[in-house]
């Protein structure tokens, strides 16, 4: 009669370790690959010991959020251990994590690894005030998350953006997964090229060394890197903060406009 609490007390035990990592994850930002590592292997004890994804998921607190993690997270950890911890080399944990979370997801709403993650609307609004308070396209979006972007046409998932024309004033959150966050930049840039667009802001991750990050920047008038990260926020009200930084990047005549409305948000570069 008294193993379930026995069980139940070895059980605890491992929970405020996981969250401990948790928390010295948060404090250690872009240095706590190896606890995020340790942190999975963790759960996935605790999995085998006979503990279930949800039993798991209404302990795990969000340091960040202070919300417990979903059933649907648990499950992505426990993925992402099997698939890649002995790969070699062994990839960042949070890399290989996205790269779980953005299989088989929807590709036009992954804007921090996880699906259906929105733009808060302080970015939005300083978007809208850049290009003349408008904003006429976003071409990868869906319909919750126009209701903060308010742009007059939308394509979702349903539409693909990639197969259609783009004009006007265009905000794009592209889809951060490969190859498609490359397809919507080699896209975009064709329509700078074209000069088909009146004006257009970019939200990404500052993945420099990338090429698409590099096809886009040879062509931006101006680049604003982000202070910190972004806590974007989902249809369930949760937010999530992606795995590094960003970069909003601006395309068209009026850069006095785009450093007017996002010197707040972080250092910014102007073509010369």
């Avoid at 290009?131 to 939308?154: R, S, W």
Wanted: include cysteine; charge should be negative; aromatic fraction near 12%.
């Amino acid at each position: 009669m008294t193993r379930p609490a026995i069980v139940q007390t070895t059980f605890d035990f491992a929970v405020r370790e996981i969250n401990a990592l948790e928390t010295r994850i948060v404090t250690a930002e872009d240095d706590a690959d190896a606890m995020l590592w340790e942190q999975a292997a963790q759960v996935v004890a605790q999995l085998k010991a006979g503990r279930t994804q949800q039993q798991i998921a209404d302990q795990w607190v969000n340091a960040r959020t202070g919300e417990f993690y979903s059933q649907v997270h648990v499950s992505r950890v426990q993925k992402t251990f099997y698939t890649f911890t002995y790969k070699v080399p062994r990839p960042r944990f949070r890399d290989a994590f996205n790269e779980i979370a953005n299989a088989g997801a929807p590709h036009v709403s992954h804007n921090s690894g996880n699906n259906e993650w929105y733009t808060p609307a302080e970015y939005i609004e300083a978007a809208r005030r850049v290009m003349n308070d408008g904003i006429d396209l976003d071409p990868a979006t869906t319909e919750a998350a126009n209701d903060v972007i308010k742009a007059a046409q939308i394509f979702t998932a349903a539409d693909d953006g990639l197969k259609q024309e783009w004009s006007g004033r265009v905000w794009l959150n592209p889809p951060y997964a490969q190859p498609i966050i490359g397809k919507f930049i080699s896209k975009l840039v064709a329509h700078v090229q074209a000069n088909d667009l009146e004006a257009a802001i970019v939200l990404v991750n500052n993945a420099t060394d990338t090429e698409w990050f590099q096809e886009m920047g040879a062509f931006a008038d101006a680049i604003c890197f982000k202070n910190g990260r972004i806590k974007f926020w989902g249809p369930d009200g949760m937010e999530g903060s992606p795995l590094q930084g960003q970069a909003f990047l601006y395309f068209g005549t009026e850069t006095w406009r785009f450093v007017k409305h996002f010197s707040a948000f972080g250092s910014i570069l102007v073509r010369p």
